[in-house]
């Protein structure tokens, strides 16, 4: 196989580092002898090296990170760069997953790439996503790169962003304003590691003028007591990281500030950040069962850490490898290390407290690999999550875009149990040597609040006028039930669930559950019913929709959505049985409880009521000539509000503005939608119902410049047509007719 057609048939191309641990820049030597290679490879980038093949593209790359002498507005904010050293296409795998040979072309100067990168010595990029596309035209074409799109992608738009963002993600900038002053105190803290006794003078001092800080107290050896003698970075950061009041925690956090010389202000909030149990405020033992190195290790990990933060080469990653899997060996440190770690630099690491944990293993998908129960993961998993975690935030649709936006959806989770804590921690009597199985992280008592309302359902691109979004709000609160209909694509779903957070004043995903109905869901699905155990047992199991009622009685004063997707696809009257009736506005009361099918776990057969706060939406695609019409006592428990093609000015605005698509040709696009959708509403096999909705030409992601004929072709030819020739099965030469009409002159 030659190289050209290896190279094509591929596509992958590969961004690699060129230093031997603790060793100098191998790269000129590569480049004299005509190889890359990796020393004292792991079984996973021994099995990367094997993957590569002759004909792909390779390139030396250097990552680290600048705060200045940016080419854009980095607002003092740590930016990744990666500094493409050589490039050149792979000639020869010998398959030892060590080396292959490479016809390497050195780079003319230095040219560095922002944002995207990836901080471990083997990176395998696929085109497909336009980040990637990016930087391999940025690497191998000597393409110039859009900082602007990066700069204003999810994952940096709260930090860097330069265009107008979403009411949320303005709210969550917000909300994360904190980060700053946390990197300004652990970069004073730095200066410390190696005489900390002026520092521990000057807390003590200032636990002389501020309640809250009587915690500071150690027991020796001897059988004394008196104030600590040491201590370590990440118990400093929880001087004002503890359960107390927010005016406590600003307090400490100013006079800290002061004592180390940090000029960046003060948090106006401390929403969503992890905070130390008041039981458990330190990240070591007293003195009388202290080892002799914990706190010094646990200095070296938080130097460690900052220079990583710095310069990801691979000795300082060597480096920090080795202190994180000491400091781990602490007592009482375990998984709170990650904690302390994400307050120093909150954007470079993850917290792995529990909620975070159940939130990454069950919302996200990625497991966290431990070598035993109850014991942390190890250095290696622990930065091998985070670089995964940050080429995912880089996604547009992905859930969460930073680590700080993870560690609060954390909390968020509709699974999360955070664990109570006191308001004030004056009065509490520290045990530092609690029990091994206490926690020593917990989260605020009040979950930060994301506002949401109507004008932010406009704001995100609904094409809907207010009096519309208006009148279905207020049917929903009124008549408690709510159906979305109209022809594909016209964002049924899209708008449910948004209509959900307006109607609870809050984007809350904990409190919206969804769910497909589908030809073959039973009640015993929905409802409750017979499940099977993992003893091979039955036991009596409620459904999503008994769980959303049993939430929304235990909190009246907060409202619950449950939306269902393809109401009319499922059997509604067979799939809510009883409770269909207790669906009715005017039976949401205990008064109008009727017994289940089922009994409860117990055995008991307790009568069941829907509660006032409990509300749901459907969407119903009425051009799916496969369903039957909606059970007449079904309609007459809901409202229904009709949904049709917008395009138009709001719609042609918006792909303009936010999705990057040619002005003229959004006009163009709009012209020709309209002109197929009054053919199909003239065509008496087919009629209104079947138009074909905006969500088909308005891009999810935003364009590249001069992508948008190549992009409309796309939908054109892969979702509109085919969608055609199902409306005209019996008449494709009509439907190809139509799909050719939509093309015309392009």
């Not at 100098?24 to 004299?32: I, K, P």
């Not at 930016?79 to 997953?97: H, L, R, Y």
């Not at 926690?439 to 506002?451: G, K, N």
Request: hydrophobic share 40%; glycine share 6%.
């Amino acid at each position: 196989m030659t190289e050209q057609t290896s190279s094509q048939s591929s596509g992958t191309t590969w961004f690699v580092g060129a230093s031997f641990g603790q060793a100098d820049d191998q790269s000129a030597r590569f480049l004299e002898e005509g190889i890359w290679e990796i020393n004292s490879p792991s079984q996973k980038e021994q099995a990367l090296v094997r993957s590569m093949r002759p004909g792909e593209r390779i390139a030396i790359k250097a990552a680290y990170v600048r705060k200045q002498g940016l080419p854009f507005d980095n607002r003092q904010q740590a930016v990744s760069v990666m500094s493409i050293k050589a490039i050149g296409v792979i000639t020869e795998n010998p398959q030892d997953g060590e080396r292959v040979k490479v016809r390497w072309q050195p780079a003319v100067g230095v040219r560095e790439w922002y944002f995207y990168t990836y901080r471990p010595t083997i990176w395998r990029v696929v085109p497909g996503e336009w980040s990637a596309d990016a930087l391999i035209a940025f690497a191998f074409d000597g393409k110039p790169q859009d900082i602007e799109r990066f700069c204003n992608a999810p994952y940096w738009m709260d930090r860097f962003g330069t265009l107008s963002a979403p009411y949320w993600i303005d709210r969550l900038s917000t909300l994360f304003q904190w980060a700053d002053f946390y990197e300004a105190v652990s970069k004073k803290l730095l200066a410390y590691a190696g005489n900390r006794t002026p520092l521990i003078q000057g807390i003590h001092q200032i636990a002389q003028r501020v309640q809250g800080l009587g915690y500071l107290q150690d027991k020796f050896p001897d059988g004394s007591s008196g104030p600590l003698q040491d201590i370590c970075p990440f118990t400093v950061m929880g001087m004002f990281n503890r359960g107390m009041t927010d005016a406590n925690r600003k307090l400490i956090a100013a006079e800290l500030a002061k004592l180390l010389g940090v000029t960046v202000p003060v948090p106006a909030t401390f929403e969503g950040i992890p905070v130390l149990n008041n039981q458990r405020s330190w990240f070591f033992r007293y003195a009388d069962k202290r080892g002799a190195g914990d706190i010094d290790a646990l200095w070296r990990v938080f130097v460690a850490a900052q220079a990583l933060v710095e310069d990801d080469g691979p000795g300082i990653r060597d480096e920090f490898i080795e202190a994180y899997d000491a400091a781990t060996q602490v007592w009482g440190v375990a998984w709170n290390l990650s904690a302390g770690l994400y307050w120093t630099a909150p954007w470079e690491f993850p917290t792995l407290d529990s909620q975070s944990r159940h939130y990454i293993q069950k919302r996200l998908g990625l497991a966290i690999t431990t070598p035993a129960p109850q014991v942390p993961c190890d250095a290696v998993t622990y930065l091998q999550l985070a670089d995964d975690l940050r080429t995912r935030f880089a996604e547009d649709d992905y859930p969460v875009h930073s680590f700080p936006e993870l560690s609060l959806a954390s909390w968020q989770f509709k699974d999360a149990t955070p664990t109570p804590q006191e308001e004030d921690a004056t009065l509490d009597v520290p045990d530092n040597d609690a029990g091994d199985e206490v926690e020593a992280l917990v989260v605020q008592s009040q979950t930060p609040i994301v506002p949401y309302t109507l004008d932010d359902i406009i704001r995100d691109g609904c094409f809907l006028s207010e009096p519309e979004i208006e009148l279905m709000l207020d049917r929903l609160r009124t008549k408690k039930n709510l159906i979305l209909q109209g022809p594909p694509g016209t964002g049924k779903t899209w708008l449910a669930k948004r209509l959900a957070f307006a109607l609870m004043g809050q984007k809350d995903e904990s409190k919206v559950r969804a769910v497909q109905f589908h030809p073959n869901l039973s009640y015993e699905d929905f409802v409750r019913g017979w499940r099977p155990t993992g003893e091979g047992k039955l036991t009596l199991a409620d459904g999503v929709f008994m769980e959303v009622i049993t939430a929304a009685k235990k909190e009246p004063a907060a409202k619950f959505v449950v939306v269902i997707e393809e109401i009319n696809r499922g059997n509604p009257a067979q799939v809510f049985g009883e409770l269909l009736t207790l669906l009715e506005a005017g039976k949401r009361t205990p008064s109008e409880a009727l017994e289940l099918c089922y009994p409860d776990a117990d055995g008991v057969r307790r009568p069941v009521h829907i509660p006032e706060n409990l509300h749901v939406i459907g969407t119903m695609n009425i051009a799916d000539r496969s369903l039957a019409l909606v059970d007449l006592a079904l309609r007459r428990r809901f409202a229904f509000a009709a949904l049709e093609p917008r395009l138009g000015p709001v719609w042609r605005n918006w792909v303009v503005s936010a999705c990057g698509v040619d002005e003229m040709l959004a006009s163009d696009i709009e012209r020709r939608m309209a002109e197929l959708n009054e053919q199909i509403a003239a065509d008496a096999r087919l009629g209104k119902q079947f138009r074909i909705g905006h969500s088909y030409v308005t891009p999810v992601h935003r364009l590249e410049p001069g992508r948008t004929q190549i992009w409309f072709q796309q939908v054109v030819e892969t979702e509109i047509g085919p969608l055609l020739e199902e409306y005209w099965f019996d008449s494709s030469e009509e439907a190809r007719q139509a799909t050719a009409r939509l093309l015309q002159g392009w």
